[in-house]
C-alpha cells in the first residue's frame, strides 16, 4: 500500500508564492516519475508538471516560468514551487507517483486560493 500525501495549500493574495509538497509513504517500488495536476472547480483535471528519475522536468507551457517541481528522493517527496500568483490558479492540487511496474497512485488533493 502506498499513500501520497500533499501539504501547503492555503489561501495567498495574488503575486504571492506558495510551496506544496507531496510525501509518498509505504510499500514504494521504484519511483519512475511524480506529477503535479491541478482542478479548478467545474473544470476537468489538468496536468501540471512532472519530474523523472534523472531529474528531467516538464511543465505545462502556460506555467513555465511562474511554477517549479523538483524532488527529494531520500525523502520520497515531490514539491511544486509556485510564484506569481493569479487567481486563475486556484484549484485543488494533486500529486501523483508512477513507479517502474506502471502503477500509479494519486494523493487526496490540497486546495490553493487565490485572491485577487
Known amino acids: 500500500q502506498v499513500q501520497l500525501v500533499e501539504s501547503g495549500g492555503g489561501l495567498v493574495q495574488a503575486g504571492g508564492s506558495l510551496r506544496l509538497s507531496c510525501a509518498a509513504s509505504?510499500?514504494?517500488?521504484?519511483?519512475?516519475?511524480m506529477y503535479w495536476y491541478r482542478q479548478a472547480p467545474g473544470k476537468q483535471r489538468d496536468w501540471v508538471a512532472t519530474?523523472?528519475?534523472?531529474?528531467?522536468?516538464r511543465y505545462a507551457d502556460t506555467l513555465k516560468g511562474r511554477f517549479m517541481i523538483s524532488r527529494d528522493n531520500a525523502k520520497n517527496t515531490v514539491y511544486l514551487q509556485m510564484n506569481s500568483l493569479k487567481p486563475e490558479d486556484t484549484a485543488v492540487y494533486y500529486c501523483k507517483m508512477s513507479d517502474s511496474r506502471g502503477y500509479e497512485y494519486w494523493g487526496q488533493g490540497t486546495q490553493v486560493t487565490v485572491s485577487s
Open positions: 519530474i523523472l528519475n534523472g531529474d528531467f522536468r
Open positions: 509505504g510499500s514504494i517500488f521504484t519511483i519512475y516519475a
